[in-house]
């Protein structure tokens, strides 16, 4: 059984996020990049995907981009971000995901397993669509399923959706 081993260098994972509340035009809708992750992919010996399995570092989330914000995300804004992130939302603690079971059809794979986020493991599905060299997926989840409380600024009035995307765009061996 083949393994392949995909990281940085063959495509992005991002964590897209949504701001909310009063004061929402101060703050940006951000472009989250996860720079450190590793997914293994296993196949079978039809060269079918059987597994998949990624790890990726809590610690080196990085906002890449703010959107529709009243000013540009500064670097002060990014090393808040970070801050953030490392202290209030994901306390460091690892982010993974097993795959239970994968099924291809037309293009497209549907991805079954568990996802630890925060220190919870909740149950998680995602959709790749698979061709030309390359995956591509956004996974929908919700904050608060894995306990994690929103970020929430300016006493309240500026707040990050409950609902985030992670967005997968690699190029496969």
Known sequence: ???????????KLEVHTYREGVAQKVGHDLIIEVEQWE??????????????ALDADPNSLHAREGLRGLKPLSDRDRRTIRKNIDKEILFGKPI?????AVESADGRMTVRGDLEMAGETQPATFELDVGGGRARGTLALVQSDWRIKPYRGMMGALKVRDDIEIVLDVELP
């Open 1 to 11: 059984m083949p393994t392949h081993t995909l990281g940085p260098s063959d495509g």
């Open 96 to 100: 993974a995901f097993r795959s239970s």
């Open 39 to 52: 997914a293994r992919v296993d196949t079978d010996e039809r060269g079918a995907v059987s597994t998949v």
